[in-house]
């Protein structure tokens, strides 16, 4: 503390010092791996500021978000009424987390989210998503009486021990068991489905409407007819809408697609916090919620210590609220209706360009094996160092050369998936459809810096075996 009272804590003399480290720090300090993968790809730019769905460097030249901080930033970075309502939290001096009381904030924020979904009663909130999944798989098997849960091949649903239990993916899982009691069943297949039921252990699946990783859609009747099966065995349909809820894929939760379809339990979490304050929650029946907590003995039996903080439960408010009344659920539909148009009429024209899939602004770009002989040794080159070398040869040049923003769907993948924020409009579609025609057009020439540096990443995914 200063003489005159002030502190001596200087957040802006801090990054204006130090900023210019952040990659050094991060090698030293943090996950040494990220800023080492960053610039072997070329990703290791330093991004000054951010607004809405675009970022600026230092030159004050703007780059195009087309991953939403993996879908966390839904609205955007910055938008104005949520950082109001912050301003407003922080300004209000509430009480907050004493734990013995009821404050306002959780129960008007758990009231709105409901109005989403009411085949529902009762909310809990927690930290993220992976926290929103610890909870059903806990309700779950509480309310059952069942130690097993189902999950999908190639599902994502967090990486703590319990919901890593439930991921379709030996790389996250590798190292890391024992984890808990599960078996995976593919994605649409209702006859492996019931001979798992017909077992009698199953508490319930847990599934992503679509899938994150390959961005999967569940075909058109399976989650209905999943509920079906669930029910009749006395198990639980639990609905992972961390990164297709709040609107993502056009409509408030992606299970909505599919008439008829009530999941027991719903988590979500990124978008709600409009980029500012973790947030998770898990949305259930009433029956569920009052058989974990039966009686006043086991009122704190599941808790989290900054769960329903005053900041994430003004954020969350003000996300919903913008959400209303700037209509982005319906502008994602029409929005990502557009892209995924105008994308998928380049199929006919690049041969490596295989589909194009999705829902809303959760969009697949698929690439496969061309047909013509000069192209098709390249990819084999490519297939036979590491599958997934070409999406990512794609996504290089449209942060290098264009400036926008994207990612590889998964590991081993050869798909680029688009979550940009959901505020993006016709002039993100046409900057983002007139890039990756130039990237498609080079591709396909057959030579030029793309295959260059393709031929790098094969000699990086060789000499890392």
């Known amino acids: 503390m200063t003489a005159d009272g002030t502190t001596r804590f200087d957040l802006a003399r801090l990054l204006a010092e130090r900023g210019g480290e952040r990659y050094d720090l991060h090698a030293r300090h943090l996950n040494h791996q990220l800023p080492r993968m960053l610039r072997t790809i070329g990703f290791d730019k330093v991004y000054e500021r951010a607004e809405g769905a675009y970022f600026w460097d230092a030159d004050g030249q703007d780059y195009l978000d087309m991953l939403a901080g993996f879908g966390v930033m839904g609205l955007g970075r910055h938008h104005p009424v949520i950082r109001k309502a912050l301003h407003d939290v922080l ?44 909870t059903a798989l806990k309700f779950a098997r509480y309310a059952t009486g069942k130690p097993r849960i189902l999950y999908c091949t190639h599902a994502f649903h967090g990486l703590t021990a319990g919901s890593l239990s439930v991921n379709g993916e030996d790389g996250f899982r590798d190292g890391f068991a024992p984890l808990l009691p599960d078996t995976a069943v593919p994605m649409g297949d209702l006859e492996r489905l019931e001979r798992e039921l017909a077992r009698g252990d199953v508490a319930g699946l847990v599934i992503e409407p679509v899938q994150g990783k390959g961005v999967t859609v569940a075909p058109s009747g399976y989650l209905l007819a999943a ?28 299970y909505q697609h599919d008439a008829g379809v009530e999941p027991d339990l719903v988590c979500v979490a990124k978008a709600l916090s409009g980029g500012y304050v973790p947030v998770g929650a898990t ?4 029956w569920i919620f009052k058989k974990v907590y039966s009686s006043m003995d086991r009122v704190l039996v599941h808790s989290a210590s900054f769960g329903s ?20 659920t319906e502008r994602a539909r029409t929005t990502g209706e557009l892209l995924t148009s105008r994308l998928a009429a380049l199929t006919g024209k690049y041969e490596l360009l295989h589909e194009v899939r999705g829902r809303g602004l959760m969009i697949g770009i698929e690439f496969g094996r061309p047909k013509s002989l000069g192209l098709r040794s390249r990819w084999a080159m490519l297939q036979a160092a590491r599958k997934g070398l070409f999406a990512q ?3 290089v040049p449209l942060l290098q050369k264009h400036r926008i923003l994207t990612q590889v769907s998964g590991d081993h993948l050869e798909v680029i998936k688009l979550i940009p924020p959901l505020i993006i409009g016709e002039r993100e579609v046409d900057r983002f459809v007139d890039a990756f025609t130039a990237v498609m057009d080079d591709a396909h020439n057959g030579g030029g810096l793309m295959w260059d540096f393709g031929r790098t990443l094969v000699k990086q995914a060789v000499a890392g075996r």
């Open 91 to 134: 300004d209000a001096s509430l009480a907050d987390l004493t734990r013995f009381d009821c404050p306002p904030l959780p129960g008007l924020l758990a009231e709105k989210l409901l109005a989403y979904a009411p085949h529902l009663d009762r909310v809990f909130f927690g930290n993220s998503g992976t926290e929103a999944v610890e």
């Open 227 to 254: 509920q079906r099966l669930l029910h009749r065995h006395k198990a639980l349909l639990i609905a992972d809408e961390v990164q297709t809820g709040i609107g993502r894929t056009g409509e408030f939760f992606a």
């Open 283 to 286: 949305l259930g029946k009433d």
């Open 309 to 328: 903080n005053a900041q994430a439960m003004a954020a969350g408010l003000a996300v919903l609220s913008v959400m209303e009344e700037e209509r982005v």
């Open 393 to 395: 040869m794609v996504v």
